[in-house]
């Protein structure tokens, strides 16, 4: 993806550019939608935000729709590519170069990131497939598919939550009073964590909604805009089951190894320690 001069939902001409081209401008407003098997239980729906600045989510498309099975149309339907749970570890089928129209299996993720990325969410180090600060108010939402771990604060998201019925699915509801980051300031953390466990599965699917209390001071109309979107996502949010289907054999890939960057050009060789010339 090219950006230009680009962090998190800004560029300099308010442009994000795809393969494709720069994405759609406008107000935000719910506009993507997304579908994908997942571990070969469930059909994942959810929709997402759309508008200036505002980033897609990270599903790659959908891998049997560019190289069909004959026998298994049915894994055509999806948008998006299939997770396929192997030896409780989630995968994504994909082509790769030096295997094309094969179907190999990538680690899409352990789902823990190791250091911290500031995008202003609390995200304990959890990579989101969508994620989006506010480009004009101190909001934002992000949405996670994880395997929870004590250990990595997970438990967290859910203490003290309050289980919530939405469209026959229950959510684990917490909600934490927003914190005072000072004035002017943009960063956020989250207010609002829902998380669904995915059923039958050790996953969830976590949506969480982030400000401050200058979100609610200086922008309260737009605070109650960003929060209804965010409900309105949440409600998108819908599980079907599946029948399984075969998968392509299983063939595991990985990045080859990045290279050691060659020593600058003003530095001399390291000589054999026993070899050095005597100076006179």
Same mark, same amino acid.
């Given at each position: 993806m090219r950006? %230009? &001069?680009q962090s998190l939902g800004t560029s300099t001409d308010d442009n994000i550019y795809l393969p494709s081209g720069p994405i759609p401008k406008g107000p935000v407003s719910i506009q993507r939608h +997304?579908? =994908?098997?997942?571990?070969?239980?469930?059909?994942?729906k959810h929709s997402w935000i759309q508008g200036t600045r505002i980033l897609p989510c990270a599903y790659g498309p959908n891998f049997f729709r560019r190289h069909p099975l004959a026998d298994h149309p049915e894994l055509q339907q999806e948008e998006n590519n299939a997770f396929y749970d192997r030896e409780g570890r989630i995968y994504v089928v994909a082509d790769v170069k030096t295997k094309f129209q094969e179907g190999v299996y990538y680690l899409d993720r352990d789902f823990y990131v190791i250091g911290h990325v500031p995008d202003g969410f609390e995200r304990d180090g959890y990579k989101p497939f969508c994620a989006q600060p #506010?480009?004009?108010? /101190?909001?934002?939402?992000?949405?996670?598919?994880?395997?929870?771990? /004590?250990?990595?604060? @997970?438990?967290?998201?859910?203490?003290?939550?309050? /289980? @919530?019925?939405?469209?026959?699915?229950?959510?684990?509801?917490?909600?934490?009073?927003?914190l005072d980051m000072g004035p002017g300031v943009k960063?956020? &953390? @989250?207010?609002? +964590?829902? @998380?669904?466990? *995915?059923p039958g599965t050790? +996953?969830? %699917?976590? #949506?969480? =909604?982030?400000?401050?209390v200058r979100s609610l001071v200086e922008f309260p109309a737009e605070h109650?805009? #960003?929060?209804? *979107? =965010?409900?309105?996502?949440v409600r998108s949010v819908k599980l079907e089951p599946i029948t399984p289907a075969p998968a392509p054999p299983f063939v595991e890939w990985a990045p080859p190894p990045r290279k050691a960057p060659p020593p600058p050009l003003d530095t001399e060789p390291a000589i054999p320690l026993g070899t050095r010339p005597i100076l006179r």
């Open positions: 950006r %230009l &001069r +997304y579908s =994908f098997r997942f571990a070969e239980k469930w059909r994942i #506010m480009p004009d108010s /101190p909001h934002g939402m992000a949405l996670w598919i994880l395997k929870p771990n /004590p250990a990595f604060g @997970t438990d967290k998201w859910i203490e003290d939550a309050v /289980p @919530t019925q939405v469209n026959g699915l229950t959510w684990l509801v917490r909600k934490v009073p927003p960063e956020t &953390r @989250t207010i609002e +964590y829902w @998380t669904l466990p *995915i050790p +996953y969830w %699917l976590a #949506m969480q =909604f982030s400000a401050n109650v805009r #960003m929060q209804n *979107i =965010f409900y309105e996502l």
